[in-house]
Structures are given as C-alpha cells and as structure tokens.
C-alpha cells in the first residue's frame, strides 16, 4: 500500500518538492510502485478517456436531438408491491456494487497483513457482488428489450436513447463480467497460496505478490467508479 | 525481478474504509433521493453532480489509495484529465449548436 | 571558443545524489550513485526457434518485427500511391481503374501509411528496439504482454488486408472515414470493408495498448542506476510522450470506430442524421455526423504527434552525434515535446473549419493551433543551433537529418497557413493540403525513418549499411519528393480539389495537366528508389563491412552493450551505471571527442562536461 516505502539512499520528500525530486531521480518515478500497479493506473487513465469519450458521445448525442429524450425515471421504474418506484433496480444494483468494492478494499488490506483466508473469502465474496450485478444487468435488459427498447429504436423517444444505453451498459458490463473472471481467479491463487510463497506466474516470470490483489482492486474499484458516473448520467439526469 | 526492497507494508485501520464505505451509500441515497422528490433543473443537476464527484473522489481517494500516494503519482493520473474537460465543455457548446441550426433550418425555416 | 565559458561551468559532473551524501565530513565520492531499487529483471529465455524467432519475449526481436511488417505494409501503401498517380497524372492509363478503385486507394493508403506504417514502426519499430537499450533496462517490463502486443498487431494487419479480397472492396470512403457516406450504399466497400477496417482498427488499439503500457512503465520504472529522465536521450523523450499521446488518444479512435461499427451492423444511428435517399426516407435518423469528426480528429490530431515526437527526439540525437556537438538547448529540447504532446489535445478542430461546426471553435482552435507552433520552431532553431560550428560528418545520415529539417520547415510552414481559419477557407480540401500534410508528416518523418535505418542498422545487424548506396537513395528520393510536393503547393492555390479521381476538361484546371505528369513521373521514380535501400540491406546483411563496437562514437547506452548485436537481456552479468548526459561531445580538454555514458566523473577531472 502506499506509505513511503525505505529505499537506501533515497531521502522521501513530502508533496510538491517530493514530486520534483522523485521525478529528477534515476531508476524510478513513482517509488516504491510496483511495475503491475503502475502499469494498470495507466491503463485505467486510458479506459477513463474510453468510457469519457462514450460518455461526451452521449452528451452530445442527446443535447442534440430535437426529438424529446426519454425520461429515465419513468423508463428504468419496477413495480415493487404493486407501486412503480422509479430507478428500484439500478439503486439495488448500485448498493450491490459499492458492497463488493467495499469488500475488495478489505481484501487488499487482509492481503497485505499476509491474511490468506480472510483475504481469499473477501475475493470471493467481491465476485459474488459482481455475479449479482451482471445477472441484475442482464434482468434489466430483457427487461427493457421486452417493452420493445433495441439498439435502433425504442417506444418512449429518441431512438439514440436505447442505442447509448445498450452500448455504455454493455461497455461496462463486459468490464464487470471480465473483472469477475480475473476476480475467481485470483481467489484460486490466493488460497493455493501462491502471493505467499511468491510463486511465479503463469504467463510472467514475476513472484506473486500480495500487491497483485492491489492491482486487481484498482481495477475493480475503477469499474465501480465508471458506474457512479453512469448511475448520474444516464439514470439521473 | 520487481520486488522493491522494503520491510512489512503497512496498511491502514479498518475504521477508515468502513467509513468510507458507509459514506459512499449514503451519498448513493442522497443522490437517490434527488431523483425520488423529483428535483427538477439547476438544483438537480447540480446536486447529482455534487453527489457524483463526491464519490467518485472517495473511491479514488481511499479505495484506490490515491490519498495516500505520492503526488508524482497522483499529478501524472489527474493532468490528463483537463484534455477531457476541455472536450466536454467544447461538446456542449457544439450540441446546443447543432440542437439550434436543426430546430432553425428543419423547423423554423431559416432557408 | 571555450575560454569564453570557463566561468560559468562546474569541472565535475556529479550524480545529483552526492551532495547529500557528503553530510559526514568526508570528502563525497563522486562517483557515488544510488544502490539499485529493485532487484535485477528475471527473463524468460527461449531455446527453440518457434520462441526465439517467432513468438519471441526479447524486445529487439519484437522490434524488428514490428518494423518489417510495418515496412511491409507500407510498400502496400506504396504500391497504391502509385496506381493513385498513374490514374491523376495519366488518365485512363491503367486500364481497371475506376473511381470506385480510386477511392478505395486513397483510403487504404492513407490509413496504411499513417496508422500502420508510421506508427507502428515509430513507436513498435524503434521504441521496441530503442527504449530498453537507451535506458539501461534488461527488457520491457512485460515481455509476455509485448509479445503479444505484436501478434495482435499481425491480425490487425491481416484483418485490413483481407477487406481487398471481400465482395465490394476495401473502404473507399477516404482515411477520415466520414460517416454518413462510409457506411451509405454508392461508396465503395461500405459493406464488408468499413466493417473490416473498423474491426482492424480496434485490433490495432488493443495491441498497441499493450505495447504503450510496456514502453511507458519500462522508461518510467525501469530504468538503469544514474538513468534520471533528464539524462534519456532525446529519442526515448519523443517516444515516451507519443506513447502517452497515443495511450490517451487511440480511445477516441476506438470509440468511434465501435459505434461506426454499430451503426453498420444494428442500424443504430449514432452518427448518421435523417437521411433523404432517391426520394425516400433511410431506416436512419437523428445521429450526428459531426460528433464522428470530433471523436476522430481528437485522436487524430494527437496521431500526428505520435508520428512527428518519436522523429523530432531521433533527429535530434542523430544531428547531435554526426556534427560532434551536444543538442543545443537540450532541456528546452525535452520541454519543447511535453509542450506539444500537451498540447496537441487542444487542437484537433482545425481539421475541421469547414465541417459547420459552431462558428465560434474556429477562433479557439486557431489560437491554440498558433500556440503550438512556438515550441515546434524553437525545436527547428535548436536543430539549426546543433550544427552550427559543428564538426559535421557529411554521411548518409547527415544528409537524411538534413533533409528532414528543410521538409519539416517547409510543411510546417505551410501549416501555419492552413492554421487560420481565414486562410484555411480557400485552401481547404485543394492540393494544398495534401501537400502539406505528405511534407510535414510524411516525408519528414520518413526521412528521419531513413537516417535511422542508416544509424542504427550496425547494432542491429552488426555491419554497415552502404555509403554509397546511401547516398544516391538520399538524393533520388530528397529531389524527387521536392518535385512531387512542391508543384503540389501550385495545384492547391489554383483551386485543383483533392480526392478527385479526375479533372476531365476543367478549363481552369488544364494548366495543370503537365504537371501532374510531372508529378507522377517524379513519384514513380522515388517509389521505386526505396528499393535501393531494401537491396542495400539485404546485401550489407552478409557482406557489408563489419561495423565494431561502436562506429558512430556515440554516447548512448546503446552502443555500449558487452556484444554487438546485443543479446537477450543487453547487458551481459551488470547493468551499465549512468554518470551523464548522452551529449558529451568535443568536450573540451577530454582524450576523445566523446565521453559514454557509463565514464564515471573521476576519469574526466580535467575536462569541462556539462553538469547533469
């Protein structure tokens, strides 16, 4: 995790003269950073202009339109008890979704107190969370092709409302779903124990490491945090 | 191989992510919220924006411990970020303007 | 000369952590530098060819792949650029051409030569190669990941090829893949080849992705003991922020291209507005078209960049080392790339002045277009700078980094130009632009591919390459590259329109019938002149003169590796240290006229190196 790490002969300086004299340094610029985790901030940097450009797409798209643009509270509502209560699903799956990022917090922390179980059962259970999500996604979905929402058009207005919703969803969703993947398999590597031992991995001839489950963390705290900018603009706005 | 010489990693207490954690549900009620009294123009575009980058500020912050980084880090993350400002603020100028040239051409009758 | 700069100079060079060190009161070391941080890169070495040769982890290896299907691509785009002059200066003249197959050649030469040709082989070609042997790394910090990034690069490649052998052809809706009409029935290859080069192009990202975050972790968090970024080379600068431009970038590209993709196969209408056809109505409506040029210009005008930064840094480090002079301003220099990499985000407008976008953009992207163009002179200047009162050696690759500086002044002068949107109005869509952007990013960077080829082929292959060969390659293809774009400045002023297959009898347009034939007799000849250079390679391969350790008497930790070629993992049994700059040259009161890298301070009291 992130207090400044010893490294021998380097003296840490704290803020702004500390960038500059990390930055003038030999070796390294981010000290103490793990190669895997530097390499996956700057494959996010690059997934945020992805998911900025659907986004700046879809603003535009729907400032643009003269035709009136669905009204999501209305579109995304489920009857609950007989009561349509607007957004019900994507609030469940927005509770679901801080819960597992809650828990892969947690996960990286236990990891890096070398606590194997606890560790590899918060894994898992962040999977879980992710499992829900896709599975609630794909009930939402059906649900919306049902009432006769596709890609090319839809019943309520603007036909680019179902074309940006199925698009960024689905962006997001594949991340979800391939975040859940490396999610189990990460917890298999755990709980063989193979971040303890520092046995290498399969494709790298790098020790593991508990930094890994840092690694993954960023990224599916990432994926969490892409939703809090989907949940406010395309169902809240 | 990349192991940086240092002794035990230090983590943080616990306290602090479930604080966190609580906090990030409530935001997600408030902003919630916005959308169940049925808020309606500046207010709720700028409480749903409050909300958002309150969170997505907590996660990053705390989750992805970009609080406890070290600023060359942190800085190298968040520059970019002003090329994607600029093109969001330049697409809402140029969708109103297409929104204007479509409703004046198709509908008003500029020809 | 140097007695006027004996004041100001320090006489040691010092690692900038010694000062601290010496806080005990006993005189500081100063060949101290920092232990390593990390423990030393274990690699995976392979034994059969199949892992040697073919799905090889070794960056040089993966390099020089990268830059022989590059250059094979781009004699694809070659081969194109020729039937396209055939058609313009010789109407009629070869006999299958249509204006369908016009198009299409246009496109695919375009999106070969920008995309697959100069930034694959720019950043996959020479950061490949280059950056772990310039920053004193063993490899790129995941072999595997690179190794794949290049494999990925190959189906790209595959994928974009195979769209000429699909019913309708290849795209032929221009590189910029406007929609609505790239994906309208009555442009050529709307069906299977838009989809095709989408998909290849989504491919390309992907892969290129994977390298970019191996080049940019590997010079930021692997580098050698003493390497500080202000000691890399200039060539690891310009590669470093096009890898950052091209990281923030291609998602644009990739945006656009999936949607473009979408509205193809699902019908959606992303970019594609009501549409009027024959009288009635498409299935399509409400998309806007603009939206598409916004996403694809704001990767687009980086893509320049990707391709221009990579050339500035290697131009600099070759003019510095065949004039025997350290690069004038080198800190500028370094500042200057940042500069434009930065602010190359804020520009991506100007491409479309015409494109009735609101009217109010034109001021801003003017302003900021104008902006850019202060470091890029300053670059030019200091280029100018280097040479002067150098001890220049007259060789190929002098010649070629010549060449480069008067190309890239011209075209970018001609830049300026097409920057205002006043001037741009007139010019726009003419001859005038196709030549300046063949001037600026075309040639100008192909001339520094030349030079770099010429400069780096003893440590690749161990021998030299020609002289003589070289030099008529040189000037074959810096006169004929003249006559093909410089008359083109002309056609654009009297108004000849680009993209258009032919004029017919336009009477303002006769005067350039001659000149067309010119310019096409001119492109057949420097095509085929760069068969000089594959022959020259191929033949220096067994039997050029054996180049040593060394030739150039350069600096930079390239050259210093225990054998030549290099082999897996660069540096034998220990990491080279790094002392100084890669600048060193002429130093005054130094045995040689260049100090390496790796000479530690204390063997150069007496002389007078820079401090860095």
Not at chain 3, 359 to 387: D, Q, R, S
Not at chain 3, 389 to 401: E, P, Q
Request: glycine fraction near 10%; charge should be neutral; aromatic fraction near 18%.
């Amino acid at each position: 995790m992130s207090s400044d790490p010893k490294i021998e002969g380097y003296k840490f300086k704290p803020g702004y003269s500390g960038m500059a004299a990390d930055t003038a340094s030999d070796q390294t610029m981010f000290k103490g950073v793990h190669w895997g985790k530097a390499m996956m901030w700057i494959f996010l940097l690059s997934d945020t202009f992805i998911f900025s450009c659907f986004l700046i797409s879809y603003m535009k798209g729907r400032a643009s339109t003269p035709v009136e643009w669905p009204n999501p509270s209305e579109v995304f509502a489920l009857n609950a008890f007989g009561v349509p209560v607007p957004l019900l699903l994507i609030a469940i799956m927005t509770f679901v979704l801080i819960t597992s990022s809650g828990t892969m917090a947690l996960a990286v922390k236990y990891g890096y107190e070398r606590n194997r179980k606890m560790c590899g059962w918060l894994i898992i259970a962040t999977a879980l969370g992710g499992l829900t999500f896709v599975g609630m996604q794909v009930f939402e979905w059906s649900k919306l092709i049902h009432e006769g929402v596709r890609p090319w058009e839809n019943p309520f207005g603007a036909a680019q409302f179902g074309s940006f919703f199925f698009m960024i969803t689905g962006f997001h969703g594949t991340h979800v779903s391939i975040g859940v993947i490396f999610l189990f398999i990460y917890a298999y590597k755990t709980f063989a124990g193979h971040y303890d031992e520092g046995k290498r991995g399969w494709f790298t001839t790098m020790k593991g490491d508990y930094v890994e489950i840092e690694i993954l963390g960023l990224y599916w705290h990432f994926v969490d945090l892409v939703w809090v900018f989907i949940f406010a603009f395309f169902y809240l706005w | 191989m990349d192991e940086i010489k240092k002794e035990q990693t230090t983590t943080h207490k616990i306290g602090i992510y479930l604080w966190i954690w609580g906090l990030l549900f409530v935001l997600s009620f408030f902003s919630y919220m916005v959308d169940w009294y049925q808020f309606q123009g500046l207010l709720r575009w700028s409480l749903i924006l409050f909300f958002m980058f309150l969170k997505a500020g907590l996660i990053m912050a705390f989750f992805m411990h970009l609080y406890w980084e070290r600023y060359a880090l942190v800085n190298v993350l968040l520059w970019p970020m002003t090329a994607i400002a600029c093109f969001v603020g330049l697409m809402v100028a140029e969708g109103k303007y297409t929104l204007f040239s479509r409703l004046f051409y198709f509908f008003v009758g500029g020809g | 000369m140097s007695e006027d700069f004996n004041e100001n100079k320090t006489i040691q060079a010092q690692s900038s952590e010694t000062i601290s060190g010496g806080e005990t009161g006993v005189a500081p070391d100063i060949d101290y530098v920092r232990p390593a941080e990390l423990s030393d890169q274990d690699l995976y070495h392979g034994h059969t060819f199949i892992t040697k040769w073919v799905f090889c982890q070794d960056a040089k290896v993966i390099g020089v792949q990268y830059f022989l299907l590059a250059t094979f691509t781009g004699i694809i785009g070659l081969i194109l650029s020729w039937l396209m002059r055939l058609q313009l200066g010789f109407p009629g003249a070869a006999g299958f051409m249509t204006a369908e197959h016009y198009y299409q050649f246009v496109t695919m030469h375009g999106m070969i030569m920008v995309v697959y040709f100069l930034t694959a082989l720019f950043l996959g070609g020479f950061g490949n190669y280059l950056i772990p042997l310039m920053t004193g790394a063993r490899d790129m910090v995941f072999p595997y990941v690179n190794m794949v990034s290049f494999w990925m690069f190959f189906v790209a490649v595959g994928v974009l090829l195979a769209s000429f052998f699909v019913p309708g052809g290849p795209t032929g809706s221009g590189w910029t893949l406007y929609p609505p009409q790239a994906i309208l029935e009555g442009t050529p290859g709307s069906g299977m080849g838009i989809i095709l080069m989408c998909v290849s192009l989504i491919l390309f990202v992907a892969g290129f992705t994977m390298g970019g975050l191996n080049y940019l972790i590997t010079i930021l968090q692997a580098r050698t003991r003493g390497m500080t970024l202000m000691r890399m080379p200039l060539t690891v600068w310009g590669i470093f922020t096009a890898t950052v431009l091209a990281m923030l970038a291609f998602p644009a590209l990739l945006v656009s291209a999936l949607m473009m993709t979408l509205d193809k196969v699902l019908a959606t209408s992303f970019f594609m507005p009501t549409i009027l056809k024959a009288g009635e109505v498409l299935e399509y409506g409400g998309g806007t078209p603009i939206l598409f040029q916004h996403l694809f210009w704001f990767f687009g005008h980086p893509e320049v960049y990707i391709v221009a930064l990579p050339a500035f840094g290697i131009v600099s480090d070759l003019i510095s080392v065949h004039s025997r002079k350290n690069i004038f301003g080198y800190r500028m220099m370094v500042w200057a790339i940042v500069v434009i990499g930065a602010l190359s985000f804020f520009v991506w407008a100007h491409h479309m002045y015409v494109s009735g976008m609101h009217p109010w953009f034109g001021f801003f992207f003017a302003t900021t277009t104008l902006i850019i163009a202060v470091p890029t002179a300053m670059k030019v200047y200091n280029w100018i700078l280097t040479l002067w009162r150098g001890n220049i050696r007259m060789n190929t690759v002098m010649l070629w980094c010549l060449g480069f500086i008067v190309t890239f002044v011209n075209g970018g002068i001609t830049g300026i130009f097409l920057g205002n949107v006043t001037v741009d109005v007139p010019l726009s869509d003419t001859y005038f632009v196709v030549a300046h952007f063949h001037m600026v990013m075309g040639i100008a960077p192909l001339m520094v591919i030349m030079g770099a080829v010429y400069h780096w082929f003893p440590l690749v292959a161990g021998r030299m390459l020609s002289e003589k060969l070289g030099k008529w390659h040189f000037w074959i293809t810096f006169l004929g590259a003249y006559s093909i774009y410089f008359p083109m400045h002309y056609l654009g002023f009297i108004g000849v329109p680009r993209r258009y297959f032919e004029m017919y009898d336009s009477p303002y347009i006769t005067s350039a019938v001659g000149m067309n034939e010119f310019i096409s007799t001119a492109a057949f000849i420097v095509g085929a002149a760069q068969f000089i250079l594959i022959y020259n390679i191929v033949v220096s391969l067994k039997m050029g003169k054996p180049a040593g350790k060394n030739p150039w008497q350069a600096n930079s930790l390239e050259w210093l590796t225990p054998s030549v070629p290099p082999e897996h993992g660069n540096w034998g049994d220990k990491l080279p240290v790094v002392y100084r700059w890669p600048y060193d040259f002429s130093v005054p009161g130094a045995k040689e006229d260049f100090i390496p890298q790796t000479t530690p301070p204390s063997e150069v009291v007496e002389t007078e190196v820079e401090k860095t």
